[in-house]
């Protein structure tokens, strides 16, 4: 289930994306403000965020700036919405750093779809390109792990499974993930296996991690799931 948040100030509008949104199968955050925007994303990163161009204080445009400069944020992708239509208004939208550019009124349709499409465009580079958190290097076409400790540069071995996982987690960081959501991203939704599974794996992932002096990137969230930080730090039991 994709998470997006939608910064839009007008109620009634922010309802009606979120109610559209929801049917469609989407997790939704709404914030009204730049400010309980920031702080949305601050807590969890969303895997898209819908930004409406004016806004109270500063503008979705400044917003959609700000992520685009930031490393943690940097990929988010970014739709704006917008009454503003003119040439000008949407070269400068797509120039401060949105991937795509929708203007008021817009169908909920023509809105899901473009959605769907810029998640699509996303998706390849998460799942081509090296990632790295906190000096742990991750490599999907060389499928190598690595990390620099004390000058060294560390490979570290682990099952596939373990490095799928691994894989999820970096590129959805500081994001809590359920182990019924894990399995499905992980194993895949036509595999039947205990939630405690994702236990096993977890406690495997970060027994391969140890050399490396990174087993605390995997955060283990009370009575939610797993989260991977991108920054070092004691384990919760």
């Keep these: 289930m994709s998470h997006v948040l939608v910064v839009e100030d007008e109620s009634a509008i922010a309802e009606l994306i979120s109610i559209n949104l929801r049917h469609a199968g989407y997790e939704v955050t709404v914030a009204a403000t730049a400010d309980q925007a920031q702080a949305a994303v601050d807590r969890v990163l969303p895997d898209l965020v819908l930004v409406d161009w004016m806004l109270p204080g500063q503008s979705g445009l400044q917003l959609a700036r700000r992520w685009r400069a930031e490393t943690r944020t940097r990929e988010i992708p970014i739709i704006m919405l917008t009454a503003r239509n003119e040439e000008a208004d949407k070269i400068a939208g797509l120039d401060a750093g949105a991937d795509d550019y929708l203007t008021k009124p817009f169908s909920p349709k023509e809105l899901l779809a473009r959605m769907r499409a810029?998640?699509?465009?996303?998706?390849?580079?998460?799942?081509?390109?090296?990632?790295?958190?906190?000096?742990?290097?991750?490599?999907?076409?060389?499928?190598?792990?690595?990390?620099?400790?004390?000058?060294?540069?560390?490979?570290?071995?682990?099952?596939?499974?373990?490095?799928?996982?691994?894989?999820?987690?970096?590129?959805?960081?500081?994001?809590?993930?359920?182990?019924?959501?894990?399995?499905?991203?992980?194993?895949?939704?036509?595999?039947?296996?205990?939630?405690?599974?994702?236990?096993?794996?977890?406690?495997?992932?970060?027994?391969?991690?140890?050399?490396?002096?990174?087993?605390?990137?995997?955060?283990?969230?009370?009575?939610?799931?797993?989260?991977?930080?991108?920054?070092l730090g004691s384990v919760a039991a």
Aim: proline fraction near 5%.
């Design 118 to 231: 810029v998640l699509r465009r996303k998706a390849p580079e998460a799942l081509d390109s090296p990632v790295e958190v906190a000096g742990l290097r991750l490599d999907p076409a060389t499928r190598r792990v690595t990390r620099r400790v004390d000058g060294e540069l560390r490979e570290v071995k682990m099952g596939p499974t373990e490095f799928r996982l691994l894989h999820f987690l970096m590129t959805h960081p500081e994001r809590v993930h359920s182990r019924a959501q894990l399995l499905d991203r992980v194993w895949g939704d036509h595999v039947f296996i205990e939630e405690r599974t994702v236990d096993v794996h977890v406690k495997r992932l970060r027994e391969a991690l140890a050399p490396a002096q990174c087993s605390a990137l995997i955060e283990t969230v009370r009575g939610a799931g797993y989260r991977m930080t991108q920054q």
